[in-house]
């Protein structure tokens, strides 16, 4: 291979590499992948949770597909999307980096919660459910739940956490988990259940990374 030939090969294989980099780079479709990593969802669906219109949505959607992050399926007028298999590695690994190196994130994401250490990471939550010694709330959207779960897990979306606080017991930790280490549910969840008397904290991470770990996860229709 000659030095021309070479620098095409190198032009060419960055470039496809580039496409990547290119269809991450917008913070709406960030926001879609951290929907997706949550199961399948329709058009419409996400569109709604994004707060975007639907056009814009799928454009947004397509530049995923394209670049191989987002699969698609179609049933009847529907289109489907669910995230590619390496895509959620991927995610993490930007979300990890961006904390550590961009002081904005940082500031953005701070939290009282997090500064005192009041947050349980996967494996103290696997052992906490296999003591049974806490009670485990998601509060995710109810479509995210049936999609898939922690085995064990109370469906508690935020919004009708107040109307579920008399069923839950007394003197037992309450652990409340949602989307990801930057979804708010949870810690409005932990802010709720202290301020009517419970011990709560929220997981360190979400349904995604608890999944990513190996560890179970179970739909509505199988648990």
């Not at 806490?134 to 897990?153: C, K, M």
């Not at 011990?199 to 999944?211: I, K, N, V, Y």
Request: glycine residues 6%.
């Amino acid at each position: 291979m000659d030095l021309a030939q070479k620098r095409r090969y190198k032009d060419q294989l960055f470039a496809q590499f580039a496409r990547i980099g290119k269809a991450l780079a917008n913070n709406h479709r960030l926001e879609l992948i951290e929907l997706l990593a949550q199961g399948e969802r329709s058009v419409e669906s996400l569109a709604r949770e994004a707060d975007l219109s639907v056009a814009n949505a799928s454009q947004h959607l397509q530049v995923l597909y394209s670049a191989g992050l987002v699969e698609q399926r179609r049933q009847g007028v529907f289109v489907y999307y669910r995230l590619s298999e390496s895509t959620f590695p991927l995610w993490r690994a930007l979300r990890d980096l961006a904390r550590r190196h961009l002081a904005e994130v940082e500031r953005l994401v701070a939290r009282t919660l997090e500064r005192e250490g009041d947050v349980v990471s996967l494996e103290a939550l696997s052992s906490k459910l296999e003591r049974g010694d806490a009670v485990l709330l998601d509060v995710r959207p109810r479509q995210e739940f049936a999609a898939g779960h922690i085995p064990g897990a109370i469906p508690a979306p935020i919004e009708e956490l107040e109307a579920l606080l008399p069923s839950l017991p007394r003197g037992v930790e309450v652990i409340a988990y949602c989307r990801g280490p930057y979804c708010t549910f949870a810690d409005e969840a932990v802010e709720l259940l202290r301020a009517r008397g419970f011990q709560a904290r929220r997981l360190e991470l979400g349904l995604p990374d608890w999944r990513e770990a190996g560890y179970p996860v179970v739909a509505e229709g199988n648990a």
